[in-house]
């Protein structure tokens, strides 16, 4: 390997294919996640027009289906987000450097969103370990869980356990934050190559 390929670029690569094949998995599953609650809430409002006639009325917890769906569906799109550099950028300044400085504030811009990608699941995993009700003493503090909550919190019209959205976003949180730590990497290659490539 030579210093102007960067990191070891096989491995940058193989370990990019198989990060892109399990964002673009989030990223559909996301995208179902948001369809379904489009289709729910066209209904509920139906529903809520037709009331009293036949069978028609509102879908009960639409509001909190719509409130952790969104959660979950935005949490799963993070990580392609991530790997197709989708999130904003001001480029005007930057469209006028060379391409090793392109490379370079890319560089920066990733290593920035790995740490706010941390920020994001390190809080997403406090939030879920006072909500889950579950696990001995002993687990959840090797964990850093901290002691069980006195009552397992529920949503107030589906009483859905609170902590079941909090972990389906986690795992979307702590694959951003693997995606980020991986675009990182592809970004010190693109600035020893001296060029960034289409993510």
Known sequence: ??????????????TGRVIAQIAGAMA???????TALA?????????????????FGPISGDYELVEAGTAIAVFA???WCQLKRGHVAVDIV??????????????????????????????????????FPHGSDAVRSALGMGPRPFFAE??????IPVWIPYGLSLIG????????????WRSVNWVARGMEATP
């Open 77 to 79: 799109f993070l990580p």
């Open 173 to 184: 949180a702590v694959l951003f934050f693997v995606t980020a730590l991986y675009t990182v």
């Open 94 to 131: 930057v469209q006028a450097l060379p391409y090793r400085w392109k490379a370079f504030s890319g560089l920066v811009g990733d290593i920035l969103l790995a740490v706010v990608a941390y920020v994001i699941a390190w809080r997403l995993y406090v939030g879920f370990a006072e909500k």
């Open 39 to 55: 289709i729910m809430v066209c209904l509920s409002i139906l529903g809520r027009q037709l009331d009293g006639i036949w069978i």
């Open 1 to 14: 390997m030579q210093v102007r390929d960067g990191i070891a670029p096989r491995a940058e690569a193989a």
């Open 154 to 159: 529920t949503t107030y019209e589906l009483e």
């Open 28 to 34: 559909w599953i996301g995208g179902l996640i948001l």
